[in-house]
C-alpha cells in the first residue's frame, strides 16, 4: 500500500507562484508513476501531467505547458509539482495520485491552493 | 480537447442497478481500453474502481462493473447502497498526447 503525504495548505497573490511537495511511503519512490490532478471548488478533476520519478521525465497536459514544471528530489524522495503567474481560477484543491501511465490507485489527501489579494 | 461527456446526474433508488454513460471520441475512448473511473466522496480524494475499461482493483466490490462500446464507455453498479452515494468520474488514456482526459462527472443519488 502507498501512501501520498501532500504538503499543507498556501494562499498566494495573483502572479505568484505555488510549489506543492508530495511524498511517497516507503521504498516505493522509484515505483510508480506520479500524477497531478486538480480541482477546482465545487467542479470536476483535471489532469495537469505525469512525472517519473525514476528518470524525471514528464509529460505536461496542453492546458499547463509553460505555467507548470514537475520535479523530483531523489535525496529525499520528494515530488514536486510548482506552478507559475497563478491566476483566481488556478484556486484549487491539488492533488497528487501515483500508479501506471494509464490510472492512479493511490491518492495523497490534497493541497489547497487560494489564489487571493 | 474538450472533456468526456457524463451526465450530470443520476439517481436510483437502493438495491437497483445504475448505467454511467461517457461518451468520448475516437481520439480518446475510442482510440484504446485504457478507460478508468474513479468514485469521490465529498470532501475525499478520488478512488479507482475501474481500469483498462473492466478490471477492478484488488479490493473493489464486484458490484462496480465497466464496458466500452466505439466511443462510449459506462459503468455499471448494481446491487446501490447508500455508500454508493458519491461522484463519478470517467478517465481516458488519449494516445495521441499521450495524455488523460476526465469527463465532467456524474453525481449519483441514492434514494
Known amino acids: 500500500q502507498v501512501q501520498l503525504v501532500q504538503s499543507g495548505a498556501e494562499v498566494k497573490k495573483p502572479g505568484a507562484s505555488v510549489k506543492v511537495s508530495c511524498k511517497p511511503s516507503?521504498?516505493?519512490?522509484?515505483?510508480?508513476?506520479i500524477h497531478w490532478v486538480r480541482q477546482a471548488p465545487g467542479q470536476g478533476l483535471e489532469w495537469m501531467g505525469i512525472?517519473?520519478?525514476?528518470?524525471?521525465?514528464?509529460t505536461y497536459a496542453q492546458k499547463f505547458q509553460g505555467r507548470v514544471t514537475m520535479t523530483r528530489d531523489t535525496s529525499t524522495s520528494t515530488i514536486y509539482m510548482e506552478m507559475s503567474s497563478l491566476r483566481y481560477d488556478d484556486t484549487a484543491v491539488y492533488y497528487c495520485?501515483?500508479?501506471?501511465?494509464?490510472?492512479?490507485?493511490?491518492w495523497g489527501q490534497g493541497t489547497l491552493v487560494t489564489v487571493s489579494s | 480537447q474538450s472533456a468526456l461527456t457524463q451526465p450530470a446526474s443520476v439517481s436510483e433508488s437502493p438495491g437497483q442497478s445504475i448505467t454511467i454513460s461517457c461518451t468520448g471520441t475516437?481520439?480518446?475512448?475510442?482510440?484504446?481500453?485504457?478507460v478508468s473511473w474513479y468514485q469521490q466522496h465529498p470532501g475525499k480524494a478520488p478512488k479507482l474502481i475501474i481500469h483498462?475499461?473492466?478490471k477492478r482493483p484488488s479490493g473493489v466490490s464486484n458490484r462496480f462493473s465497466g464496458s466500452k462500446s466505439g466511443n462510449a464507455a459506462s459503468l455499471t453498479i448494481s446491487g446501490l447502497q447508500a455508500e454508493d452515494e458519491a461522484d463519478y468520474y470517467c478517465?481516458?488514456?488519449?494516445?495521441?498526447?499521450?495524455?488523460?482526459?476526465f469527463g465532467g462527472g456524474t453525481k449519483l443519488t441514492v434514494l
Open positions: 516507503g521504498n516505493t519512490f522509484t515505483s510508480y508513476y
Open positions: 495520485a501515483s500508479g501506471t501511465y494509464y490510472d492512479a490507485d493511490y
Open positions: 512525472i517519473n520519478p525514476s528518470g524525471g521525465s514528464t
Open positions: 478517465c481516458s488514456y488519449v494516445t495521441s498526447s499521450t495524455s488523460w482526459l
Open positions: 475516437s481520439s480518446d475512448v475510442g482510440s484504446s481500453n485504457l
Open positions: 483498462d475499461v473492466s
